[in-house]
Every structure is written in C-alpha cells, then in structure tokens.
C-alpha cells in the first residue's frame, strides 16, 4: 500500500464552490495547509469564510476541540493566481464540469507544480483518461470523486485514467482514508460507480411514470416504505434538481453510444424544458413553498380480512404474513408446500412475489384468474406498505379479499396498473444487473459496487449484497420476463449475473 500524503504538503483546491470548499474543508481538518483558489476572487474570500464559520459551529457543538477548530481555521490560505500554487503536493480540481476548461487548468498547473505534485479531478462525469490527455505526463492524473456535501458524505471514488500510474492512486487511497474518508476504486468509464448504476433508480421510476403505473407520490412511498430507500426517486430528482439529474443521464447514456439502459425519459426532459426544476425552482414532480399541497401516498380502502385465509411455505413474504398476523392474533391456516409458487390464498385469491410478468400473463398461463402479484420489500416483517397488481381476469371480490389479508397483517397496499415487475423488484433487479455489469467490465470489484452505492447513496443495501438475498436465479428471472414484456434490450442480463446463477456462487460468498 502506498503512504498518504505528508500532512506538511499543501493541498490546493481550484474552484471555490459549494464542492471546492466543502473539499477544502475536508483537507485543512486532516491537518493539511490549504490553498483556495478560483478566477473569481471573491469566491475565494466567501468560501474561506464559510469553511471557517462551519469550523466555528462545529466548535460550538462540541464535535471539534475549539483549539484544533483554530488551527484548521488558520490552515486555509487564499490563492490569488495558479502560481500561487507552484508548492503544492496534491491539487484537486472542482471547477466547471466542462472538459476543455478542466484539460486547460491542468495543462496551466502542470507548467507550474514539481514533478511529485499530484493531480486530482473531481468530476462526476467527465473521462480522466480524456482530462488527463493534454498533459505531458498525463500519469500523474486522476479522479477524486467526492459527494456533496464533502465533509459529511464518507464516500470518494478513486479513478484511474487509461494511464493513471497506479501508485498515484494508491498515494490518492491512502490519502483518503488519512481524511477519514472511504475511498472506492475504480476504472474510469462514464458514470465511474455510484451515477453509473445510480440510473436505474432513476429511470425505472420515470419509466413507471410514463406509464401509468401510479403518481409520483404513490411510488416514492412505496420505494419508501416497502424498499427501505431514504428519499423516493422522484423525491430525490426534485432534491438533486431535474436538469443536473437529466444531464447525468444524458451524459451516461451519450457516453455508452446511446444505449437504451440509460435513455433519458420524455417527462424528464418535458419538466426541464418547462423549467420545473425540483426545490431549487419551486416546481418539479412536486410543489414546493408556503401553502404547498403535501404530497399523499394512494392506498386502497380498507377491505375485511377473508375467512380461512391460507399462508403456504416459509418465503420471506409468506414467513413475515405468517408472523404479523400471528402477532395480531388473527385466524389463518398453514402449508408446507405451495401448489405453483403462490405466496397465499384468501378469498378465491391467489397471491404471487412478482417475477417480472405482469398479473394478467401469469393469470393467463397458470390459468389462475383471480392472481395478485405482490411487490418486493427490503424487510416483509418491518415493511408498513407493498406495492400490488391484479391481473385484468381478477373478480373485485378476490381483490377485496387479497388485499384485506395484506392489510390485515399491518400493511398499507398501493395497487399499480398491471405493468411488469411492479416498482421495487423490478429497480432493484436493475440495480443489480448494472452492479454486476461494471464488475464484469472490471471498472470495480464486487464490495466496491455495494460500499458506494451504500454511502454514496444512501441505498439501505448495497444491490449485490440485495441480489444474494432475493435470489441470483429470481433475479434473472425478473430480468428475462421484463425484457420479454417490452422486448428492448435495457433489460438484458449481464453476463456475470448469468455466469453466477448457472455455477450457483453468489456475489458475496
């Protein structure tokens, strides 16, 4: 492994933004002098004093001795010019997201640093092989991808270039875990880890949108409050900002030669172009400001639990039925065995865990008229609400009684329109799938894919690990079905998922 940086290095940090000085901030705490530098001088002296002033506050909370705040505070030092830099060891670059600007300051900076001074990009997109190609030793370039705000969010991708040495990056590593951050490596493809198998979340929520599935509030709650998710997509895009949102997306997708996995989404482009934005602008999926509607979930009245309702085998969402109705001390019988794979019966209904069919195909092909699909939660046994679907066959009286056994044990039930693979298993599966495509590309390992995608997004599990616990063979399965369902290729399966079901490994041993 290679040593961090000497903390007696000056790190530099060219961009003065909301980044730059979150960046800065990391830095000078690690014990770093810090030097700030930006075209508009007055960014600089704004961003040294907010980076002081977060340093004050932490002092007052008592999350930070008062005399280490004092010293961090002293270590931030303006730049007024890029020889200012001349000095440093590290420089860290977070200005535009614009390739000819970012290939223009690392050939100034270049001219200027010795030769043992590392370069550093922040971009969240851009190629650092391409950053990296106007500099006469473009080996001594690589990413840092820190998350906002920088000095709370743990995660940095470490991204090497097509030429990137790698003891650059292992100096970058160290350095990071120095910081008390913890850096993911990765190889430089669009997207990097995180924004790249990201779009699904995004995506299959818009695409469900589109189609009729259910509003947009509906969907966040049931991302929510069945998957476990912190934010809901469209909760989150209008947090992120629609247009910053939508040109990740194009950006992805544009880079991967338009591929259909990362289309962007006609209502996604519609909104930007109206200039709903999300928070930033007042108007995105939602309203936001003094008087605002709060958004609210659609769930389905409350319908009498059937008599004799009937539980088959110990599947997570048949072991958790089984448990919350015992709990509340409410009638059912048992089984051992399930005749087709169905998760329940009540009332002439029978109850199936979505397999990326919709429920008027599987009614159709096991001849069962009266099925319901359930969704996928995180957690059956803590889950509040599921997501389901009836096939069209379904009488309103096998309906009522599926949907009294659901709420019977204690969940709230969102119906969907019948669309394959529901909301949840189906963005989960995508997840998935993308995790595993950039493990079979070698542009990350397997615990990479699951550590990002935990702290940089907060996903309450890393979509690997979540694909072990579904099943590897379920979750082709859902896969197949949806590419078969719309019959496009942004469903097909990554050949590593496939190699792993048919040796019966797992991601995570």
Not at 90 to 96: K, N, T, W, Y
Not at 377 to 382: F, G, I, K, V
Request: with cysteine.
């Amino acid at each position: 492994m290679q040593p961090a940086l000497a903390s007696d290095r000056v790190v530099a940090i060219a961009g003065a933004g909301a980044m730059g000085s979150g960046i800065a901030q990391v830095a000078a705490a690690a014990g770093h002098r810090v030097q700030l530098f930006d075209a508009n001088a007055s960014a600089v002296a704004q961003a040294i004093a907010g980076v002081q002033a977060a340093f004050e506050q932490l002092a007052a909370k008592g999350k930070l001795d008062a005399a280490a705040a004092h010293a961090a505070q002293a270590r931030l030092l303006p730049a007024t010019t890029v020889n200012d830099l001349a000095g440093s060891g590290l420089v860290i670059e977070a200005i535009v997201e614009d390739l000819a600007a970012k290939q223009q300051l690392f050939r100034d900076l270049e001219a200027r640093v010795s030769p043992d001074c590392l370069l550093a990009s922040n971009t969240s997109s851009l190629s650092i092989t391409a950053i990296a190609a106007g500099l006469k030793s473009p080996a001594r370039l690589a990413g840092l991808h820190f998350f906002n705000p920088a000095p709370r969010m743990p995660l940095v991708e470490v991204i090497s270039g097509l030429i990137t040495d790698p003891e650059v990056t292992g100096t970058l590593h160290s350095t990071m875990l120095a910081w008390g951050k913890t850096p993911v490596m990765a190889r430089s493809t669009p997207g990097f880890i995180v924004n790249r198998i990201a779009r699904p979340y995004y995506g299959e929520a818009l695409r469900l949108l589109l189609e009729g599935a259910s509003d947009s509030a509906t969907l966040d709650a049931i991302f929510r409050e069945a998957g476990g998710f912190r934010l809901g997509p469209f909760e989150l895009m209008d947090l992120i900002g629609l247009d910053v949102n939508l040109a990740v997306s194009k950006s992805v997708w544009s880079a991967f030669s338009n591929d259909p996995r990362y289309a962007p989404s006609l209502i996604q482009e519609e909104l930007v172009a109206a200039g709903f934005l999300g928070r930033k602008s007042g108007r995105g999926f939602y309203t936001y400001g003094e008087g605002a509607p709060v958004p609210q979930a659609n769930s389905l009245p409350t319908q009498a639990l059937p008599a004799s309702p009937l539980v088959f085998a110990d599947a997570p969402l048949a072991s958790a039925l089984s448990k919350r109705l015992q709990a509340r001390g409410l009638p059912f019988q048992h089984a051992d065995t399930s005749p087709d794979g169905r998760v329940a019966e009540a009332g002439g209904a029978a109850l199936y865990l979505t397999d990326g069919r919709s429920a008027t195909e599987r009614a159709a092909r096991k001849g069962v008229a009266n099925t319901l699909i359930v969704d996928l939660a995180l957690d059956y046994d803590s889950a509040t609400r599921l997501a389901i679907a009836a096939a069209q066959q379904c009488s309103p009286a096998a309906l009522a009684a599926g949907v009294g056994l659901l709420q019977a044990a204690g969940f709230a039930v969102s119906r969907l329109a019948d669309v394959p693979g529901l909301a949840v298993m189906r963005t989960v599966c995508m997840l998935a799938n993308e995790g595993a495509e950039a493990v079979y590309q070698q542009v990350c390992d397997v615990p990479a894919v699951d550590q990002a995608m935990r702290l940089g997004t907060n996903y309450p599990r890393g979509p690997l690990a979540w694909a072990d616990q579904i099943g590897l063979k379920q979750v082709r399965r859902v896969l197949g079905n949806l590419a078969r369902s719309y019959g496009e290729d942004r469903y097909r399966i990554s050949p590593l998922l496939a190699h792993k079901v048919f040796s019966r490994t797992r991601f995570h041993a």
